[in-house]
């Protein structure tokens, strides 16, 4: 779709389907603005919603995240950056409906089927991560559902669990916490007492580190919800008032589980670790989101804070060599930050000239 029959559409919507327009186109292009702080080459990958507007479209509906979409994608062939366009495999679970393959020709007909419709409607050619066979595509999709039945059952236990938390605690007893002054005791605070509380679930194909953030939210968001526990240690020590990861992975009234996807791209494409994967010249390819779920963008932007850091210095002639070593190391970071910062710059310039474009062409005024 072109840029002038994308602006027809557009002047088309009701009001409010403009303002969700904006918003979305908004968010895509801060998250392709976000990506360059990363180092090359870009893996764009993309959200099970983002499939789910290009389905519609092939069946005649055209709504206002598909034209955010088609709008944003001709921004990134502006860009004087490459991204290769990726499926991961928990959308791939998500284009099947949450089932799993049951054999070599139904995985060619999906696999063939989504390929298609991506590359004709977005103009790119599509890559997959592992599931471009019959036997990968059947092992990680069987990997994404014993771990949703892990998460599930997770979940539920959370929503039963009694979460009285005793705030105050014996030093030495294997939590971390702050200690009152003259006794032998310490104040946990909630947010150390959701990490003591956290076990590892034995997720497989889920990272089960960077997913813990997740389940360490959602514990505590509990002992913040719980009446008994003492409220003035919370409004003390808690900040957190929206548990935004709560919303974005969660069960819904009738049981299902809802956000695997979103719980996959989130732990694959933030900036944070990622800008720390490719320290010291690292090689990691970077992942980069692109969504028009509301909740997963904040969570995103929420995640792009990056530094780089530098080993400590340990006095005395005798360490002089790698004290050096470690200072240069330094400069390099350093200049890996000043190019990570040019890189976006150039990003933000480009997307602003091309909604100054669009805007003074006056094929989006109303």
């Given at each position: 779709?072109?840029?002038?029959?994308?602006?027809?559409?557009?002047?088309?919507?009701k009001q409010?389907?403009?303002?969700?327009?904006i918003?979305n186109?908004?968010?895509?292009?801060?998250?392709?603005?976000?990506?360059?702080?990363?180092?090359?080459?870009?893996r764009?990958?993309?959200?099970?919603?983002?499939?789910?507007r290009?389905?519609?479209?092939?069946?005649?509906?055209?709504?206002?995240?598909l034209?955010s979409?088609l709008?944003?994608?001709?921004?990134?062939?502006?860009?004087?950056?490459?991204?290769?366009?990726v499926?991961?495999?928990?959308?791939f679970?998500?284009?099947l409906?949450?089932?799993?393959l049951?054999s070599?020709?139904?995985?060619?007909v999906?696999?063939?089927?989504?390929?298609?419709?991506?590359?004709?409607?977005?103009?790119?050619?599509?890559?997959?991560?592992?599931?471009?066979?019959?036997?990968?595509?059947e092992?990680?999709?069987?990997?994404?559902?014993?771990d949703?039945k892990?998460?599930?059952?997770t979940?539920?236990?959370?929503q039963?669990e009694?979460?009285?938390?005793?705030?105050?605690?014996?030093?030495?007893?294997?939590?971390?916490g702050?200690?009152?002054t003259?006794?032998?005791?310490?104040l946990?605070?909630?947010?150390?007492a959701?990490?003591?509380?956290?076990?590892?679930?034995?997720?497989?194909?889920?990272?089960?580190?960077?997913?813990?953030?997740?389940?360490?939210?959602?514990i505590?968001?509990?002992i913040?919800?719980c009446?008994?526990?003492?409220?003035?240690?919370?409004?003390?020590y808690?900040?957190?008032?929206?548990?935004?990861?709560?919303q974005?992975?969660?069960?819904?009234p009738?049981?299902?589980?809802?956000?695997l996807?979103?719980?996959?791209?989130?732990?694959?494409c933030?900036?944070?670790?990622?800008?720390?994967?490719?320290?010291?010249?690292?090689?990691?390819?970077?992942?980069?989101?692109?969504?028009i779920?509301?909740?997963?963008?904040r969570?995103?932007?929420?995640?792009?804070?990056?530094?780089?850091t530098?080993?400590?210095?340990?006095?005395?002639?005798?360490n002089?060599?790698?004290?050096n070593a470690?200072?240069?190391?330094f400069?390099?970071?350093?200049?890996?930050?000043?190019?990570?910062?040019?890189r976006?710059?150039?990003?933000i310039?480009?997307?602003?000239?091309?909604v100054?474009?669009?805007l003074?062409?006056?094929?989006?005024?109303?």
């Amino acid at each position: 779709m072109e840029i002038k029959e994308i602006a027809i559409r557009f002047k088309a919507l009701k009001q409010k389907s403009k303002n969700t327009f904006i918003q979305n186109l908004s968010s895509l292009l801060n998250q392709i603005e976000s990506a360059v702080i990363l180092e090359g080459p870009y893996r764009l990958v993309l959200d099970s919603n983002i499939i789910m507007r290009l389905e519609s479209y092939r069946q005649g509906n055209v709504s206002e995240g598909l034209l955010s979409i088609l709008l944003a994608f001709k921004l990134i062939k502006k860009l004087p950056f490459h991204f290769d366009l990726v499926v991961r495999p928990s959308v791939f679970y998500e284009y099947l409906r949450q089932k799993n393959l049951k054999s070599t020709h139904e995985h060619w007909v999906k696999f063939k089927e989504l390929k298609n419709m991506i590359e004709e409607e977005l103009g790119s050619k599509l890559f997959f991560d592992g599931i471009e066979t019959y036997q990968g595509a059947e092992q990680y999709l069987q990997l994404i559902q014993d771990d949703a039945k892990k998460i599930k059952e997770t979940l539920i236990t959370y929503q039963n669990e009694n979460w009285h938390i005793n705030f105050v605690q014996l030093a030495g007893s294997g939590v971390a916490g702050l200690p009152i002054t003259g006794t032998e005791f310490i104040l946990v605070p909630p947010a150390f007492a959701a990490d003591a509380i956290f076990n590892p679930l034995g997720l497989e194909y889920f990272d089960e580190a960077k997913s813990s953030e997740f389940f360490t939210q959602y514990i505590l968001k509990y002992i913040i919800e719980c009446e008994n526990n003492d409220r003035n240690v919370i409004e003390k020590y808690n900040n957190e008032k929206v548990f935004l990861l709560t919303q974005i992975l969660k069960l819904t009234p009738k049981g299902n589980l809802m956000g695997l996807a979103d719980l996959d791209i989130y732990t694959n494409c933030n900036i944070h670790s990622q800008f720390s994967n490719q320290s010291h010249s690292r090689y990691a390819p970077a992942s980069a989101a692109l969504t028009i779920d509301g909740k997963l963008g904040r969570a995103l932007r929420d995640s792009n804070s990056h530094h780089i850091t530098s080993g400590e210095m340990i006095c005395g002639p005798e360490n002089k060599d790698d004290n050096n070593a470690k200072m240069e190391a330094f400069i390099e970071e350093h200049k890996r930050m000043r190019e990570s910062e040019k890189r976006q710059r150039i990003a933000i310039e480009t997307s602003r000239d091309f909604v100054k474009e669009l805007l003074s062409s006056g094929n989006f005024s109303d």
